[in-house]
């Protein structure tokens, strides 16, 4: 499957922006979707995770209550609403995607992801 994120963008602390990641191939419903970041001299961080089946959400701590994770299969696209965007925000963001099955398989760890998208850029300034 090949991925491909978009929607990064400059914009001020406090507000907010929507990533959408698209994705190639029939059965996207089948795959867990992870989105991850990277800062400049930081290690990848774990942003949200959606399941194949929309039912199991789980999100790193750092952006818990202010970031959402939605998908929508018959477009082959998933989310990530941002709100409440501070500069700590600011990083190359990634969507990635696990063959798991349509189900509620969730996780957190990159080394579990198949596919990666190319990343969008996302600057929140002060």
């Known amino acids: 499957v090949q991925l491909q994120a978009f929607g990064g963008g400059l914009v001020q602390a406090g507000g907010s922006l929507r990533l959408s990641c698209a994705a190639s191939?029939?059965?996207?419903?089948?795959?867990?979707m992870g989105w991850f970041r990277q800062a400049p001299g930081k290690e990848r961080e774990f942003v949200g995770v959606?399941?194949?089946?929309?039912?199991?959400?789980v999100y790193g701590d750092s952006v818990k209550d202010r970031f959402t994770v939605s998908r929508d299969n018959a477009k082959s696209t998933v989310y990530l609403q941002m709100n409440s965007l501070k500069p700590e925000d600011t990083a190359v963001y990634y969507c990635?995607?696990?063959?798991?099955?349509?189900?509620?398989?969730?996780?957190?760890?990159?080394?579990?992801?198949?596919?990666w998208g190319q990343g969008t850029q996302v600057t929140v300034s002060s």
């Open positions: 990635a995607a696990r063959r798991s099955g349509f189900g509620y398989y969730v996780s957190s760890r990159p080394n579990e992801y198949d596919y």
């Open positions: 191939g029939r059965t996207f419903s089948t795959y867990t």
């Open positions: 959606i399941s194949g089946s929309g039912g199991s959400t």
